[in-house]
């Protein structure tokens, strides 16, 4: 019997998870620093993060709790399913002709009714070897995407075997197969009209596209929001901004170290307390077609639109915003944790709403455009703090 056969594994106290999901949710430090101070693997510290956040209503609800005699039932119950589980387990484990590298790649991280976890007990594989990846080529890969992110943001109509080129060039053997999953995890496509450009959540609703043939021509009449990828000096962030499209005034902005809706939720919720559109626009991302998200617009009488699939130039403005972002502030610097990028953060756009002229707003900050392109006096009041 070989060592990765008797190899147990990691069994994790309830105490130790609630530990480390409370590190995520503070939200200082990056998934992958976070990952590296505890020992345990991003991914499971974004489940627990995630199953952390789903179940704190439950503690303050007595009515779920069951019946003793109710639990003993059901406990009994669950002993007879799963040693009949174990006995299917052991016979498909033992029938499965397949080699360890076939049955990787029979497992599907994107199946929403099996879990991984689950998959890889059915295949007999060791789920750890899915996700395991030398530190060499992790520490490589955060490189190669600093690199790919910064090309990038100055030739976005580079796709995959652009940027492979590129790559190749500056001196890394790298294939476009690498690229392209490194761009992927970025985020990031070349820009030109294309299908299927923006992925829903499944089961989300989604809106149409309301901007076509309009002139925006008052602040207020259209906002724009978009979450971009930052690469820390371990691990990585998402920064959210939502935009005043005819000022490209940012009216609000928050930094997360995960994708978890809530807290941009929680943003959108501070920019409407200091304003509210006529026209709300966004992609089709999950977070942007969630309960949560469009409830607070409907709440608000907002009107809600979103990007076409394959029509990246919906959004322009915003994608012009990044490109500022990181050429004047993100690539200069070098954060600590996630508390200090939005420190930052906040800082460069007090900068760029009332200090940095546009050439494109006559030279007006978007602050100055901002103001003048209310419609009425009454709205015209003191600046918004970012």
Same mark, same amino acid.
């Given at each position: 019997?070989?060592?990765?056969?008797?190899?147990?594994?990691?069994?994790?106290?309830?105490?130790?998870?609630?530990?480390?999901?409370?590190?995520?949710?503070?939200?200082?430090?990056?998934?992958?620093?976070?990952?590296?101070?505890?020992?345990?693997?991003?991914?499971?510290?974004?489940?627990?993060?995630?199953?952390?956040?789903?179940?704190?209503?439950?503690?303050?609800?007595?009515?779920?709790?069951?019946?003793?005699?109710?639990?003993?039932?059901?406990?009994?119950?669950?002993?007879?399913?799963?040693?009949?589980?174990?006995?299917?387990?052991?016979?498909?484990?033992?029938?499965?002709? %397949?080699?360890? +590298?076939? &049955?990787? *790649?029979? /497992? !599907?991280?994107? #199946?929403?009714?099996?879990?991984?976890?689950? $998959?890889?007990?059915?295949?007999?594989?060791?789920?750890?070897? %899915?996700?395991? +990846?030398? &530190?060499? *080529?992790? /520490? !490589?890969?955060? #490189?190669?995407?600093?690199?790919?992110?910064? $090309?990038?943001?100055?030739?976005?109509?580079?796709?995959?075997?652009?940027?492979?080129?590129?790559?190749?060039?500056?001196?890394?053997?790298? #294939?476009?197969?690498?690229?392209?999953?490194?761009?992927?995890?970025?985020?990031?496509?070349?820009?030109?009209?294309?299908?299927?450009?923006?992925?829903?959540?499944?089961?989300?609703?989604?809106?149409?596209?309301?901007?076509?043939?309009?002139?925006?021509?008052?602040?207020?009449?259209?906002?724009?929001?978009?979450?971009?990828?930052?690469?820390?000096?371990?691990?990585?962030?998402?920064?959210?901004?939502?935009?005043?499209?005819?000022?490209?005034?940012?009216?609000?902005?928050?930094?997360?170290?995960?994708?978890?809706?809530?807290?941009?939720?929680?943003?959108?919720?501070?920019?409407?307390?200091?304003?509210?559109?006529?026209?709300?626009?966004?992609?089709?991302?999950?977070?942007?077609?969630?309960?949560?998200?469009?409830?607070?617009?409907?709440?608000?009488?907002?009107?809600?639109?979103?990007?076409?699939?394959?029509?990246?130039?919906?959004?322009?403005?915003?994608?012009?915003?990044?490109?500022?972002?990181?050429?004047?502030?993100?690539?200069?610097?070098?954060?600590?944790?996630?508390?200090?990028?939005?420190?930052?953060?906040?800082?460069?756009?007090?900068?760029?709403?009332?200090?940095?002229?546009?050439?494109?707003?006559?030279?007006?900050?978007?602050?100055?455009?901002?103001?003048?392109?209310?419609?009425?006096?009454?709205?015209?009041?003191?600046?918004?703090?970012?």
């Amino acid at each position: 019997m070989t060592m990765a056969a008797t190899k147990k594994r990691n069994v994790y106290k309830p105490e130790f998870k609630a530990k480390v999901a409370l590190e995520a949710v503070r939200g200082k430090l990056t998934i992958n620093q976070i990952s590296k101070q505890f020992g345990v693997h991003p991914n499971q510290i974004s489940k627990w993060k995630k199953q952390f956040l789903e179940n704190l209503p439950q503690i303050f609800d007595n009515s779920k709790q069951p019946s003793a005699e109710a639990g003993e039932e059901l406990t009994n119950q669950l002993y007879q399913q799963i040693g009949q589980l174990k006995v299917e387990l052991d016979w498909l484990k033992k029938n499965l002709p %397949l080699s360890v +590298r076939v &049955r990787r *790649e029979l /497992v !599907e991280p994107e #199946n929403e009714k099996i879990s991984v976890a689950r $998959q890889c007990e059915l295949l007999g594989l060791n789920r750890t070897g %899915l996700y395991y +990846r030398s &530190r060499t *080529e992790s /520490v !490589e890969d955060g #490189n190669l995407m600093r690199l790919i992110d910064e $090309q990038y943001t100055l030739t976005p109509f580079y796709g995959y075997r652009r940027m492979t080129v590129y790559l190749q060039k500056s001196g890394f053997r790298v #294939n476009h197969k690498r690229v392209r999953r490194l761009m992927r995890k970025l985020g990031l496509e070349a820009i030109y009209p294309k299908p299927n450009l923006s992925k829903p959540g499944k089961d989300h609703l989604t809106y149409p596209y309301l901007l076509r043939g309009v002139a925006v021509e008052y602040s207020d009449q259209v906002w724009a929001c978009d979450i971009t990828y930052l690469r820390l000096g371990s691990g990585f962030v998402y920064l959210l901004v939502i935009m005043d499209w005819h000022s490209r005034f940012v009216i609000e902005m928050e930094v997360s170290n995960s994708l978890e809706s809530s807290p941009f939720v929680e943003a959108l919720k501070r920019a409407l307390a200091k304003s509210k559109p006529e026209i709300f626009n966004s992609d089709q991302g999950s977070q942007f077609t969630s309960v949560e998200w469009l409830k607070v617009l409907q709440e608000n009488k907002i009107r809600i639109s979103m990007d076409g699939r394959g029509r990246c130039f919906n959004n322009i403005f915003v994608e012009r915003l990044w490109r500022s972002v990181k050429q004047e502030e993100v690539y200069l610097k070098e954060y600590a944790d996630v508390w200090e990028a939005e420190e930052s953060l906040r800082q460069y756009f007090e900068f760029y709403n009332y200090q940095r002229p546009h050439q494109s707003l006559n030279y007006q900050t978007p602050f100055e455009a901002y103001q003048k392109g209310r419609k009425t006096e009454e709205n015209k009041g003191a600046k918004p703090a970012i």
